[in-house]
């Protein structure tokens, strides 16, 4: 079956513009994530929905950072004034589901390609 | 919320046998235990989970000491095709809403 989706794939704009990444998790997954990665280091943990919900938003880099989910499926990422520390790739992950106490094997994360942010 | 450290890098050649160590010494007692395998320009890709004892399945083992602090995938007869950065993830993301990554141990097998 068809994996998870992100769209654009690359996106260069210019400080201060806002940008949206789309996220298309696999179709029945319940909880998706949102990661940041700069060039060459870890994955660092944004924001996770279970079905439309956010339970914490504190991952957020800055205010200027927002998420939302909506049917319980597509998820934008959207960055307002971006500044040029924001450009990385950009993660989504989505699991089969939440709620599980400790994790299980549902609780697999399936990636999506990403999408590399360029600030001018 | 559990952090885990790795090395850094590791070496090895073709055909070896590869063991990366994770540790993780506040590990809570639901968290279970995940590895990921991420090569250049891809998202990163689920190896192998467990809670405790060994686990096995076609591409590696993971095993996991009674007192859970650390864990070690091991991975048989390695290819030039396992070179990439391998993460180990310890956590619950359900109940502290978190998931903290290590940076990671990047892998570089050798012909």
């Known amino acids: 079956g068809a994996g998870v989706s992100q769209s654009p794939s690359n996106k260069v704009t210019e400080k201060g513009k806002d940008v949206e990444l789309r996220c298309d998790p696999i179709s029945g997954h319940t909880a998706l994530y949102w990661y940041r990665q700069s060039l060459g280091q870890g994955l660092e943990f944004l924001i996770y929905?279970?079905?439309?919900?956010?339970?914490?938003k504190s991952g957020l880099p800055s205010d200027r950072f927002s998420a939302e989910r909506t049917g319980g499926s597509v998820s934008t990422l959207t960055i307002q004034r971006t500044q040029q520390e924001d450009s990385a790739v950009y993660l989504c992950a989505s699991s089969l589901s939440w709620g599980a106490s400790g994790g299980s094997s549902t609780d697999t994360q399936y990636f999506g390609p990403g999408t590399r942010l360029t600030v001018l | 919320l559990a952090k885990t450290t790795q090395p850094i890098s590791m070496d090895s050649y073709e055909g070896q046998e590869v063991n990366i160590t994770c540790s993780h010494n506040n590990i809570a007692t639901n968290d279970y235990i995940t590895w990921y395998q991420q090569f250049p320009s891809q998202g990163p890709r689920f190896i192998i989970q467990g809670y405790k004892t060994k686990v096995t399945n076609e591409v590696a083992s993971l095993f996991i000491p009674a007192d859970r602090k650390s864990s070690t995938l091991s991975l048989p007869r390695v290819s030039l095709s396992d070179t990439a950065v391998y993460y180990c993830?310890?956590?619950?993301?359900?109940?502290?809403?978190?998931?903290?990554w290590g940076a990671g141990t990047k892998l570089i097998i050798k012909p």
């Open positions: 929905f279970q079905g439309n919900s956010a339970p914490d």
């Open positions: 993830l310890v956590g619950d993301v359900y109940s502290n809403y978190q998931l903290i």
